[in-house]
C-alpha cells in the first residue's frame, strides 16, 4: 500500500496501516513493525512533493530496499542488512509542478484547477 501510494499522503491508506500497527490479535514480530514503518514514511515521502520512479534502476533500488526478509527480533541480522533499506532513496523523484515562461525562461504564476475523476 505504501509503494502504491507513495507521496500521496492519503489520509484513508494512513488509517488503515496505523490500524494494522495496532492490531495484537497475532502475534507481531519487529519485521512487522518495520514493514508497516516502512509504509508510513512511502506514504508521506516528502511531505507529499515527492514520489517513486519507473525507471529499471529505480526498481532495481526498490528491490533491494524491500526484499521481503524482514527479521523477526531487534538482534536478528542474519538477512536484515539496514543499510540496503536505504536504498528505496535512489528511487524517489520530484513529482512537483513548474510552469516556465517560454521566452524568459523564469517561472511564472498559473492558475491551476485540479479535479480528480471519479
Not at 92 to 109: K, M, N, Q, Y
Amino acid at each position: 500500500l505504501g509503494l502504491i501510494m507513495a507521496g500521496t499522503g492519503d489520509l484513508e491508506s494512513m488509517e488503515v496501516l496505523t490500524q494494522l500497527r495496532m492490531k495484537h490479535e497475532a502475534p507481531v514480530t519487529y519485521g512487522t513493525h518495520c514493514a508497516i514503518g516502512c509504509a508510513l514514511g512511502l506514504l508521506f515521502l516528502g511531505g507529499g512533493s515527492c514520489t517513486l520512479g519507473r525507471r529499471n534502476s529505480d526498481i532495481a533500488a526498490l528491490l533491494m530496499a524491500f526484499y521481503p526478509r524482514w527479521p523477526t527480533g531487534t538482534t536478528d541480522n542474519q538477512f536484515y542488512l539496514q543499510a540496503l533499506r536505504h536504498l528505496y532513496a535512489l528511487a524517489v523523484r520530484d513529482a512537483s509542478l513548474e510552469c516556465i515562461d517560454v521566452d524568459s525562461g523564469r517561472p511564472v504564476f498559473v492558475p491551476i484547477a485540479w479535479r480528480e475523476a471519479g
